[in-house]
Each structure stands twice: as C-alpha cells, then as structure tokens.
C-alpha cells in the first residue's frame, strides 16, 4: 500500500476517532481537519495534529474559500498522501477541495448532490416511494396543526440530523403536541412525522464504487449495545437496488426496519457517509476501509460474496468478560482493542458523562 499519511476531514468527532486509529493501525499517520475545537480527537495517541478550520457542521458543508484554502495548505505543509472524508459535511466540503489537490487521492465519496439527496430524510423519501421501494408512510410537517390528523403513534424526526438526535416515538396526542411545541431543540419546522413499524430494527452497511456493490453487511441493533449481523438477501438486493438508482460511489448505511414476522423490510433513512457503529464490523473480515484504499489504487479488493454472521456483544459486557476470563467473541476482539488501546478519549468521555455534560461518544 502506498499511502502514508492521511487528511481526515469531518465535523463528528466520535466517527472520526474510529476511523483514525483504524487508519493508524495501518501504519497511515493521521492529520485532522476539522469542525469546532476537536477536543475528543486531540486527546487521542492516534492524531497527529488536529486543525480548526471551521466553526461547526453547517459551515463545513457550505465549504467556504477561506477554510477550503486553509485545508489545502494544511494538506501541502503535512505532506500527505490521501483526504478521508468521514461525514456529510466533510464530503461536500471534500469535493471542491479535490479540484485545488489534483495531486492528491480521495478515498471514495459520492456526488454532492446524491449526498444532499439520500442525507435529507424528505427527499430520501422521495426517491424511496419514486422507485417503489417499501417505506413508512411519512409527512412533511410545516406546523403542528398538521400532526393532529396524522395515525398514532408517529415517529418525529428533523430533516438531516445524524446519530438519532430528535428522533422520538410519540404514542398520545400530550406527548405529540409537546413535541411539536416549538420548544424541542431538534424539532423547530419543517419537520418530519412517520408511520411507526412495530417490528425490529435492522441496519444496511455498503461499500460501492459506482453504482456496484462491493462489500457489505448487515446487523440487527439489541439490547446492552449489541449487534447481532445476519445475512438477508432481500436487503442485500435493495443494498443493489439503491447503489444503482444512484450511482452510489462510497460507504453508504441505511436505517431499515423488518414488521413483526420479519415478512417484510422497511427502508426508514440512509447515512451516505461512515456509521457509528462501524467500529463492530472491524472483527468481521470486511474491512471497509482497506477495500476504499485498494479503489483508490485500482488493485483488486480480496473477493466477497454473503455478509458476515456473528454476535458483537456491547462494550460493557466484552469488558466484563475480560475481566471474567472468559472468551470473548473474535468479532469483538478488534473494537475492543481499538477502545483500550486508546483509553485518553474514552476516559475523557466518561468524566464528561459522569458530570452530565454533552460530549462526543467515542
């Protein structure tokens, strides 16, 4: 592999952190650019150097001049190799920044405009319901008048949020309205209101290099933070279905839902960028990252045919079996390595939990 050194560019420091000691575990020096003070990310062994060069998410997604100048000096002072866009903001903050490092590789992002089309949740509905894909009925909400003839209960969402923020079940019309209040961070209009699914969550990881499949694995969400990742060719086949009506370039994850008997799959929403549970499928032989690495080159990525089987168990309990002596499951070896082999930011997170103030979960 030629690359040595890489830029990641991201405004979700909990994401990033992953993706940077798993780069750094392949020997790739790690610069950061980066939304907001990065305070998460300077904390760990793995980051070479970490560069404000924007406020927040929104500016990084409006890709100023003066930060994209900014970021490709950074890259020429750094002498690096690659740029790794991690997140939304950092992808389209990504592509017109490739068009001032023409010497530099990308690792594979999609399209701005496929990006802004598949981030926002009304649009991503949109095209869902335009290819006949199955997905909760869901409506656009301008007011909260609206929502008072809407079925109950309804699941509110706003329009791009990541990692679940806003996103709530209402079951009565109290809890509805105070929701729809105008008081609730994530819920100012427009907002989104969707049918509930009673069933169980399951969610979609790919990785495509133009509308084709490569790699991908799917997993179901249970209690105490474990996945369980199962093979279904019905949502490999939509994993196909949406890579294509795309033209799908990257790491792509996508929020499904099965109905109770699991006869069918609801497609709910879809993250065009890295997942926050990427960390669990570093134990499954997939290696997401190594198969971008090996895009980026043109070599042949190792072959791939059906997605992994494994039990992940959460974090507590593969430190309690640590503890313990027990075995702890291969799959969990990895992430959990990954965790203890870089405590500062965990440690860090944890005294921010403990005090009850926000923070990033690495």
Known sequence: MSFRHALVVTSLENLALTIMRTLSAKGIKVTIAGAGPGRLLRLSRHCSSYHQIVHDGAEMSTAPEAALERAARLARDRHVDFVVPVDVPGALFAAPLRAKLLDLSFFPFTEPDTLRLLDNKWTFYGFLQKHGILTPRTWLLENAAQAAALPLPLVLKPLAEAGGKGVEVVRDAAARDARLSGTATHHQFPTLAQEFIDGTEVSL??????????????????????????????????????AAATNYHGLANVDMRYDRARARVFVIECNPRFWGTYKYTLGLDIDYIERGLALMEGRAASPFARAPTAYVPGLLASVKGVLKGGKVPAASLAYLRQKLGDPVPEIYYGALHLLGLKGNAP
């Not at 509308?211 to 990742?229: C, N, P, Q």
Request: charged share 25%.
């Open 205 to 242: 990881s790919f990785l495509a290099d133009r509308g084709k499949v490569l790699a991908w694995s799917i997993h179901l969400h249970l209690t105490g933070g474990a996945k369980e990742y199962i093979d279904d060719e019905r949502i490999v086949a939509l994993a196909h279905r949406l």
